[in-house]
Nanobody, 122 residues
Framework: QVQLVESGGGLVQAGGSLRLSCAAS????????MGWFRQAPGKEREFVAF????????VHAESVQGRFTISRDNAKNTVYLQMNSLKPDDTGVYYCAADRNYRRSPQVIDYWGKGILVTVSS
């Protein structure tokens, strides 16, 4: 089992920044790809970013490319999502994810955090 706990969400004005953190415990953190998904009100959960255990394989969704950056610190068992130039469309619940493989579909993720709310006001 892997337990994931997100932090760092909140309310921010459009154009602002937030950094989400996800602390992992349980099985060996470095064995897992880590990622972020989000779910806006009334919409399906969607892929945001993923990173491999070395930090060299990184993928961001086109909608956040150039604004969001995923990173990880294996010594701290933590993955981050730096979010800059936030837009109202970025509003939603952000979920941390862990999987043994790179995944873009939320249907097959091994482990999820409970999620944290990010609200971007216009």
């Amino acid at each position: 089992q892997v337990q994931l706990v997100e932090s760092g969400g909140g309310l921010v004005q459009a154009g602002g920044s937030l950094r989400l953190s996800c602390a992992a415990s349980g099985r060996t953190f470095s064995n897992y790809y880590m990622g972020w998904f989000r779910q806006a009100p009334g919409k399906e959960r969607e892929f945001v970013a993923f990173i491999d255990w070395t930090g060299t394989f990184i993928v961001h969704a086109e909608s956040v490319q150039g604004r969001f950056t995923i990173s990880r610190d294996n010594a701290k068992n933590t993955v981050y999502l730096q979010m800059n130039s936030l837009k109202p469309d970025d509003t939603g619940v952000y979920y941390c994810a862990a999987d043994r493989n790179y995944r873009r579909s939320p249907q097959v993720i091994d482990y999820w955090g409970k999620g944290i709310l990010v609200t971007v006001s216009s």
